[in-house]
């Protein structure tokens, strides 16, 4: 097992914050994901149980697959789903007995639509649809996962919706209309550890390496003063199981 006392993230300029939840609109029910305030609790009140048959208004067929949790603004609910002919969702008990094959498997051969649909609250009914990205992530993801698995968020006047598989965030108007989109890419660093020792890491963030699709960017610096939010996902290089523990992380200006 490693151990990371500290994991120091270092840059010329640079602001952490953290969003515990999105302003909404009056017009917004549901937000973002566990609702408005975060906490999965709805004002509104709703039935204590429901079913397939019991107290259900209306089900619709989304085409492809995917984790994330829809919202709602106004009479529009909004979700979104990861198209593709080689990948479906399975249910947790089953994808949990296909690991051996997970293990065993390769990122998609064909490239996956990645949409946005945008539903009637009333009825269930498909308003629009919206293909924001095309692409073949690197990597593969477990049988019971999705590569839709971030849910979107609204402000009650546009719908924000980010695939991290090809590291695409875009905003769109309740019409689904195009606002704006940015093709965020990923930065990553590496580093060693000590088995059965801690040891700390210094990440200075002008370092790292943008990445797309898996593959390194040339000449695609990151600016520290661009830096507003920070992710971090730690990974081993070789396949199978790890353990990894880490005492705390701290994002700091030279300066500090």
Same mark, same amino acid.
């Given at each position: ?7 120091? /993230? ?25 609702? !408005?305030?975060?906490?999965? %609790? *709805? ?7 429901? $079913?397939?048959? @019991?107290n ?20 529009? %609910?909004?979700?979104?789903? *990861?198209?593709?002919? #080689?990948?479906?969702?399975?249910g ?14 390769? !990122? ?17 009914k /498909?308003?629009?649809? &919206?293909? %924001?990205?095309?692409? &073949?992530?690197?990597? &593969?993801?477990?049988?019971? $996962?999705?590569?839709?698995?971030e ?15 090809v590291?695409?965030? %875009?905003? =769109? ?18 580093? @060693? ?15 790292? *390496? ?10 695609? *610096?990151?600016? !520290?003063? #661009?830096?507003?939010? /920070?992710g971090? =996902?730690?990974?081993? &290089? @070789? ?18």
């Amino acid at each position: 097992m490693a151990r990371i006392t500290a994991v120091v /993230l270092g840059a010329a300029c640079f602001s952490f914050t953290v969003s515990m939840g999105l302003a909404a609109s009056p017009d917004s029910q549901w937000p973002q994901f566990r609702g !408005p305030s975060g906490n999965g %609790v *709805a004002a509104q009140p709703h039935p204590s149980q429901w $079913n397939a048959n @019991k107290n259900r208004a209306w089900s619709a067929d989304i085409a492809g697959g995917g984790w994330s949790s829809p919202v709602a603004a106004g009479d529009r %609910v909004f979700v979104t789903t *990861a198209v593709s002919q #080689e990948f479906s969702p399975k249910g947790f008990g089953e994808g949990v007995s296909s690991m051996r094959s997970f293990f065993n498997s390769k !990122p998609p051969k064909e490239p996956i639509s990645f949409e946005v649909h945008c539903l009637s609250l009333s009825d269930g009914k /498909l308003l629009w649809k &919206k293909e %924001v990205a095309s692409g &073949k992530p690197a990597h &593969k993801i477990h049988p019971s $996962n999705s590569y839709a698995t971030e849910s979107p968020a609204t402000d009650g006047k546009h719908i924000y919706a980010y695939f991290a598989a090809v590291g695409v965030v %875009v905003c =769109l108007d309740l019409d689904g209309e195009l606002v704006w989109t940015r093709d965020l890419g990923a930065y990553r660093s590496k580093f @060693k550890t000590k088995k059965d020792e801690w040891i700390e890491v210094h990440l200075p963030v002008e370092e790292f *390496a943008a990445t797309w699709f898996g593959r390194v960017i040339p000449n695609q *610096a990151l600016d !520290p003063t #661009e830096v507003t939010g /920070l992710g971090i =996902l730690l990974g081993d &290089k @070789k396949a199978g199981p790890f353990k990894l523990e880490i005492d705390w992380i701290k994002a700091f200006r030279p300066s500090e």
